[in-house]
């Protein structure tokens, strides 16, 4: 069994798509760490209140996509690897399967059925750190507008 050679064009698109992920990840992780920072920063001096619950869902949510996201890269590392010792088997260069064309096969339908089930849950991890970045934008806007209706109520009492 010859190995698959992708030609320089389809190399390149390769590695631009992968970078352009990757750039997208840090994006979001990044995020998602200003969210709870801008938090941490804003309720320094204050003291605990019902009405924080929302700004606590944010932070939470924010956490858990800081959590998926870097999930999706331990995936997205997972697979490229097993990309590699996919190639390597193909070639016959792979120590356990050589050039043997029945270990070959075995090793390629093994990796492969890796590399299916980590692209799998990447994806899974990759949806999940978006919605949730979002869900703690909902949740912060939202404790953005009850703290200023606290604000007006207490205003109006005066």
Same mark, same amino acid.
């Given at each position: ?16 798509? %992968?970078? #352009? ?7 979001? =992780?990044? !995020? *998602?760490?200003?969210?709870? &920072? @801008?938090?941490?920063?804003?309720? %320094?001096? #204050? ?7 929302? =700004?606590? !869902? *944010?932070?939470?949510?924010? &956490? @858990? ?94």
């Amino acid at each position: 069994m010859g190995a698959i050679v992708a030609s320089d064009t389809e190399n390149e698109l390769f590695r631009v798509h %992968r970078d #352009a992920l990757g750039r997208y990840t840090y994006f979001l =992780l990044t !995020a *998602a760490g200003a969210g709870i &920072g @801008l938090t941490v920063n804003q309720t %320094r001096e #204050a003291v605990l209140a019902w009405s924080q619950i929302p =700004l606590a !869902a *944010a932070v939470l949510s924010w &956490g @858990l996509s800081f959590f998926c996201g870097v999930r999706y890269l331990d995936y997205l590392n997972a697979a490229t690897y097993d990309n590699m010792e996919l190639l390597n088997i193909q070639a016959g260069r792979h120590p356990l399967a050589g050039t043997h064309p029945e270990k070959i096969q075995i090793g390629v339908d093994f990796i492969k059925g890796k590399i299916e089930e980590q692209g799998s849950k990447a994806s899974i991890f990759a949806r999940w750190q978006f919605g949730l970045l979002m869900t703690g934008a909902v949740f912060y806007v939202l404790w953005h507008i009850l703290e200023m209706y606290l604000r007006t109520l207490a205003t109006a009492r005066t």
